[in-house]
């Protein structure tokens, strides 16, 4: 949600004055503030807001000991702001990171706002494994009680909470063990060293990894790690997820436990071969999966992590030819798919929360709600149609991931027009699918030539052409803004881990203006590298001769 300047200064003056509230901090900064110690301060007023039921806490800059406005110059730059979001969500165990970030003036001079989530009830907050707390002013450990009373907010309502007293560690299946144990390790690579964890005894793994109560085995251990003879443990719940093939070839095959292992066999029965799709004005095919493998897994793991245990019903996934369903019991929980889909809410609460922190545990999900959004922007990049939810029947969550283009028109456009924001994207979407958009987008998306006709004729652009001529002209605009191609390196370093001066070259220079010469476009890169690096946001691991840049 965005807040005029109006709305800022008085939510200021709210703060100022109840500045004893332990969801508020205020720090000077006049000129900057430690990213970890930012990273602390996050953990622990999104564990302060849970604790009190409240939305949000806020991180103030700007503001003296003496609750006087003093103004700061931290985090002027968007890619600085960039990348503190980056670091914090790469730090903090469950995935969480500042909500939104906003600059105000107050009495002449600059102050920020860092809005801070509330944690999602049941699941505490860990700044690189350690939970904190404030104590009046002061930053400290999240106390064992206060620790305990978020875990308790719903354990008395969590299915997959709840201990199996005849379950022993014979019921587990090894292998399941042995590939939690690389997640446990790929989720915590920056804090615990893979041999500690190798050293674990597997009593001692269950534990840390959220899959044990008090030594004993839950339903949440069951259900990701244990042997496919345990079913009987889980009785009513049948403990399944089928897979079904639709169409002129029919099939089906049942997966049971361990689901950790199985939910891979499953996406592997979904045949997803390459499509061809022909660029506007262009002589070469591109070439891309039917499906992204990374959305059919976290499509997959959403329905393990969210369904309604309850109701004793399997997850089952229906493959077509042109597109897969995934259909899980239970009410989507909290907010509205596209919400998440703009990466606009962060779940408040979960069903079963005891099963979503395991999961976060063993690297399969996150927390805080991106998944929806990965999805969607993948099918975006990819320029097929979006994920689609359905939650017109009670009590059900049906997700579709296409795998075939509905309208050329709409792909064709994507594949011109890469500066599209996802909300005209979604709008498109919607258009192609011929589902009602808001007045808003529609008013907007004739303003840009992106839809004709009217009533139920409407329709995405097919003036292709016309867009293609004025192509050169987005990238020289969206070239002037450093904020995307800071984004583009931030991405290709979270995707390939490094990259060589040259790879970064090759990267963006696709993208730099034409009536850059060769020398030009170098020292904009170079330019830019040292403003990302000032930022915090990336490093040399390298030497100076042959400099490697890593995300920090």
């Known amino acids: 949600m965005t807040l005029t300047n109006d709305e800022l200064t008085e939510l200021l003056n709210r703060l100022l004055a109840g500045w004893e509230n332990e969801v508020v901090e205020f720090k000077e900064a006049t000129r900057q503030f430690s990213a970890d110690k930012t990273g602390e301060y996050v953990s622990a007023l999104s564990n302060e807001a849970n604790l009190r039921g409240l939305a949000s806490g806020w991180l103030v800059f700007g503001v003296s000991n003496a609750r006087q406005v003093i103004g700061t110059t931290h985090l002027i730059e968007v890619q600085q702001r960039q990348a503190l979001k980056h ?57 064992l009680d206060k620790l305990d009373e978020i875990r308790q907010q719903t354990i008395g309502l ?22 939690a144990r690389k997640g446990f390790a790929e989720r915590h690579t920056a804090r615990i ?97 039917k499906y992204d493998e990374r959305s059919l897994f976290e499509a997959l793991y959403n329905c393990i992590a969210h ?135 529609n008013t907007r998306l004739r303003r840009e030539k992106l839809i004709e006709g009217r009533g139920r004729g409407v329709h995405v652009s097919a003036n292709i052409a016309e867009m293609t001529d004025q192509k050169a002209q987005y990238i020289r605009t969206r070239a002037q803004d450093d904020a995307h191609y800071t984004r583009l390196v931030v991405d290709y370093l979270q995707q390939y881990g490094g990259a060589s001066r040259g790879e970064i070259d090759e990267l963006l220079g696709k993208y730099l203006p034409d009536l850059l010469d060769a020398r030009q476009q170098r020292s904009k890169v170079t330019n830019l590298l040292t403003k990302m690096r000032t930022a915090g946001t990336i490093r040399n691991a390298g030497s100076r001769q042959k400099p490697r840049w890593e995300l920090v």
Request: hydrophobic share 40%.
């Open 87 to 143: 670091h914090i969500h790469q730090s903090i165990d469950q995935g969480l990171t500042v909500r939104e970030v906003y600059e105000v003036t107050h009495s002449g001079k600059r102050v920020v706002l860092l809005e801070v989530p509330a944690g999602p009830r049941g699941i505490p907050i860990s700044w690189k494994g350690d939970y904190r707390a404030r104590a009046g002013e002061s930053l400290i450990s999240l106390s």
């Open 193 to 289: 060293p893979a041999t500690d964890i190798e050293r674990w005894d597997d009593a001692t793994f269950l534990a840390k990894a959220r899959l044990t109560r008090d030594g004993q085995l839950t339903r949440t251990a069951l259900l990701l790690l244990g042997a496919e003879s345990s079913t009987h443990l889980l009785t009513p719940h049948p403990a399944q997820m089928t897979w079904k093939l639709v169409g002129e070839q029919r099939a089906y095959e049942h997966f049971r436990l361990p689901f950790l292992l199985n939910a891979t066999a499953l996406a592997k029965r979904i045949r997803n071969v390459q499509l061809r799709l022909l660029p506007p004005n262009e002589l070469i095919y591109r070439e891309i999966s």
């Open 307 to 441: 369904q309604d245990y309850t109701r004793n019903s399997r997850i089952i996934v229906t493959e077509y030819f042109d597109r897969v369903e995934f259909i899980s019991v239970g009410e989507f929980y909290d907010g509205q798919p596209d919400d998440y889909a703009l990466d606009e809410r962060s779940p408040r609460k979960y069903r079963n929360p005891y099963l979503v922190e395991a999961m976060t545990e063993l690297n399969l999900i996150d927390q805080l709600g991106y998944g929806i959004h990965r999805m969607t922007e993948d099918q975006a990049r990819r320029f097929l149609p979006l994920p689609d939810y359905d939650l017109s029947r009670d009590g059900e969550v049906q997700l579709t991931l296409p795998g075939a283009v509905i309208d050329e028109a709409y792909s064709r456009l994507l594949m011109v027009r890469t500066d599209l924001p996802l909300g005209d994207i979604l709008a498109l979407d919607r258009v192609q699918k011929k589902l009602p958009i808001s007045k808003d987008a």
């Open 158 to 179: 969590d299915w997959s909470a709840v201990v199996v007293p005849d379950a022993t560690l014979a019921h587990l299946d090894p292998a399941a063990i042995a590939r």
